[in-house]
């Protein structure tokens, strides 16, 4: 049963702890270019999308922290990739990690204390798994 139907690209589908919202990487209704994804949330079933993060770069891998209070995403720029997150209710974006791979998928560890990555190497094409503590303010 779809979800959404929107024109343009829609991936990386995460739904939040309790349910209610779903958070995604969509394109937008404008070209479907892969480099150019923005962070929407929905509330469930039949929500409209808003957009929580607007580039640069392409934003994906969405995943909400255990308590649903945040989302960390990596963020996909020419220069390099960063795992960031963004306060739901605030919209207020932290840089948490910038890295010289490229991001593969990330999720938070059940206390939300850890971020751990999926990431390939860039010159060398070796694949790994990496963890990290999130700053907290």
Known sequence: MPIT???????????????AMLAFSWSGEGPTDIGALDLYVM???SGRPTRLVDGPGSVTYPS????????AF?????T???????EVLSGEVRRLYSVSCSIEGLDWSPDGEWIV??????ETG????A????FRT
Request: aromatic share 8%; net charge negative.
């Open 126 to 129: 070796y694949a790994g798994v």
């Open 117 to 122: 990555l999926a990431t390939t190497e860039k």
């Open 131 to 134: 963890a990290a503590a999130p």
């Open 5 to 19: 139907s929107f024109t343009g690209l829609e991936l990386f589908p995460d739904l939040s702890p309790n349910g």
């Open 74 to 78: 990596a963020l996909q720029e020419a």
């Open 43 to 45: 509330q469930l079933p």
């Open 80 to 86: 390099g990739s960063t795992v960031a997150s963004v």
């Open 64 to 71: 909400w922290s255990p308590d649903g209070t945040e989302i």
